[in-house]
């Protein structure tokens, strides 16, 4: 789903090279980049590439007090909070409640794609990189005249320290391989 909650379909994403990287409001490894993402973003925009962040499940709901979205109004609402609390330009583009778009590439719970103008992943990164992806792109279309840095940005994203809720129920160790049902 796009962020105003439409259906997606991911053939409207040829003809441009198209960036995707995957993240939630609970994992610190997207939290760490998207401000140098959205350097990234700047530096390639106006050079035919279109970027997306790709909101998926919730990686670790008890941090900084975000609980697991149980359908697509309540995903939409956390991408809501994230573009107004990073002060995102990227687009965001809002995972099924069954992952699908996740799944298809791979399951990483913090990939970073390149798709070529015909819709073929032509990068892809287990754990997306800021440094990696601009390298990438410096292959792929070109380098940039002149490099945004994060302190060039009119707010740049600072991650606060994970806050894990205590004392609201206590963790259930399930046996086996069982996992709880949403």
Known sequence: FD??????????????YT?????CLTWPPFLRNVSSLETVYRD?????????YVYKAVEHPEINNFVSPL???ERL???AHAKDRFQTEIPWICDTMDNKVENAFGGAPNGGFILDPEGKVVRKRFWANPQSLRSDLEELVGKVDKITKVEDLPTAFIPESRKIA??????????GRMKPLD
């Open 3 to 16: 962020e105003n909650g439409d259906e997606l379909d991911f053939a409207s994403l040829k003809g441009k």
């Open 77 to 79: 609402k956390h991408i």
């Open 44 to 52: 390639y925009r106006d050079k035919d590439v279109q970027f997306f």
């Open 71 to 73: 359908d697509i109004e």
């Open 166 to 175: 205590s004392g609201v129920v206590p963790r259930i160790q399930l046996p």
């Open 19 to 23: 960036v995707l990287n995957f993240g």
